[in-house]
């Protein structure tokens, strides 16, 4: 079963706007982490946070979390168009330390 | 080596062989796995090792065996492949089970 859960599925922004992925789980956890895929290629990852974290900064990467209603989200500032790619959320399970990935959501960026 | 890679790129292959996927890293990383990616259903662990000489299974294991003979290597085996193995599957590393996960290129296996 699928711990993370993003919305949107996709996502079509202009360059230069922001764009926002929500992940939702389920189970208490001790880290949520969301990776990046470029077509045909492996996972990248972006960005760590932690249970006791309530948001993190990276680049024009923003994250946020919030234990209480299992939530994240993750938002790319000033898009580009080599932002597209499909982003994933990623959560221990039960805290157990195995990663549970979402489905993605896929990100289009138009010049 | 630089990183985690894996072997082969690409492989078509007729149902009812024996097939192995290599995977090997470089980072020392005691943790390793493998996922399988289909549209539509994300990421799904098949199995794990937290550190060399141990295994476990994930989400979808049946169908595939594998080992951790050494810290680097993590080879996945389909024993007699079906259709339904038809699948792009990347190994990953971590430094410990609960860290980053380091991805390889990924393997487009076919299944006929």
């Known amino acids: 079963s699928q711990q993370g859960e993003e919305d949107p599925q996709a996502l079509s922004i202009q360059e230069g706007e922001n764009a926002t992925m929500n992940c939702s789980y389920k189970?208490?956890?001790?880290?949520l982490q969301w990776y990046r895929q470029n077509s045909g290629r492996g996972l990248v990852h972006l960005i760590l946070?932690?249970?006791?974290?309530r948001e993190k900064h990276s680049g024009r990467l923003r994250v946020t979390l919030d234990t209480s209603k299992k939530s994240s989200s993750l938002l790319i500032t000033a898009s580009r168009a080599a932002d597209t790619a499909s982003y994933f959320c990623?959560?221990?399970?039960?805290?157990?330390?195995?990663?549970?990935f979402g489905q993605g959501t896929e990100l289009s960026v138009k010049p | 080596i630089a990183g985690i890679t894996q072997a082969p790129t690409s492989q078509i292959l007729a149902a009812g062989r024996r097939m192995t996927l290599r995977c090997t890293q470089d980072?020392?990383?005691?943790?390793m796995y493998w996922y399988r990616q289909d549209l539509g259903l994300g990421l799904r662990l098949i199995h794990y090792?937290?550190?060399?000489?141990?295994?476990g299974k994930g989400e979808v294991p049946d169908g595939y065996s594998v080992s951790r003979a050494n810290t680097d290597d993590f080879p996945l085996t389909l024993a007699s492949a079906v259709p339904s193995q038809t699948s792009v599957y990347f190994c990953?590393?971590?430094?410990?089970?609960?860290?980053?996960?380091?991805f390889g290129p990924g393997t487009r296996l076919t299944v006929l």
């Open positions: 990953a590393s971590s430094l410990t089970r609960a860290d980053t996960q380091y």
């Open positions: 189970t208490s956890i001790n880290n």
């Open positions: 946070i932690r249970s006791n974290e």
């Open positions: 990623a959560t221990d399970e039960n805290q157990g330390g195995k990663l549970i």
């Open positions: 980072m020392r990383h005691n943790a």
């Open positions: 090792s937290n550190t060399a000489g141990t295994t």
